[in-house]
């Protein structure tokens, strides 16, 4: 299995790199006391950061903004599931419990501030690919923001992630599908993290995948591998 980003995405993100994060063999449970205790933590961290200020003015959030205008998005209607997130705790909402591989990556990104993509491995047919959708295609909604357990279809010039038969998310990072999201069923993952523009270091996404790798060996176990892609290495081989 591949992981690619096709050509067409860097005419539009010359700068776009991919941090990914393989994960084999884990043990994904409903919820850990030690996890929420950690996601508590990091959210008093989070709040401690955004003292008198917004979202917006954070560099990668911004810049996560930007990526979807750029998209052709309006981004007060459509915001990447880590702006949602970060504006949930602002607002003193409970933090989501999902299960502990994604309340696990999720709490790394309370950190770094990067949105970060999910699939279980198992619903992935052939490689994964970042690329543009010609419209029409058929999408299988998880609810995340435009209902719940429906069918949808692409718009045409949608950036969006697939496999080789189906829709993982669209828009990018802004809605993942129904078929490929981890449960505590799953037992081999793939994590993504993504820096669109230039204005997110590489260290960023690079602590995002330590912090990934860390959060999720500690509370699901299991065997992890991580990867960088870019424009000058657009593939990699997952094996």
Request: glycine share 8%; aromatic share 8%.
């Amino acid at each position: 299995m591949k992981y690619i980003i096709e050509y067409d995405i860097f005419r539009m993100f010359p700068d776009l790199r991919i941090g990914i994060v393989l994960g084999r063999g884990l043990r994904i449970r409903k919820y850990l006391n030690e996890l929420a205790n950690l996601i508590e933590n990091n959210t008093r961290k989070l709040l401690e950061r955004m003292e008198n200020e917004i979202p917006a003015d954070f560099i990668n959030i911004k810049a996560w903004q930007e990526t979807y205008r750029q998209m052709g998005l309006n981004h007060k209607k459509r915001k990447s599931l880590l702006e949602v997130l970060v504006q949930r705790i602002i607002k003193g909402r409970a933090f989501p419990v999902i299960n502990t591989a994604v309340n696990a990556y999720l709490a790394a990104a309370l950190l770094t501030l990067l949105p970060i993509s999910g699939f279980d491995l198992a619903a992935v047919n052939g490689d994964i690919s970042l690329r543009i959708s010609g419209g029409g295609e058929h999408f299988d909604s998880t609810g995340g923001g435009n209902g719940g357990g429906n069918m949808e279809f692409t718009d045409p010039g949608e950036i969006v992630y697939s496999d080789k038969k189906t829709i993982l998310t669209r828009y990018w990072n802004y809605h993942n599908s129904k078929h490929s999201k981890i449960t505590e069923h799953s037992t081999d993952i793939i994590l993504a993290s993504e820096a669109a523009l230039e204005d997110i270091s590489t260290r960023d996404l690079i602590e995002t995948l330590v912090k990934i790798v860390e959060y999720e060996s500690t509370f699901c176990k299991g065997t992890y591998s991580t990867f960088i892609i870019d424009n000058i290495n657009p593939e990699v081989e997952l094996g």
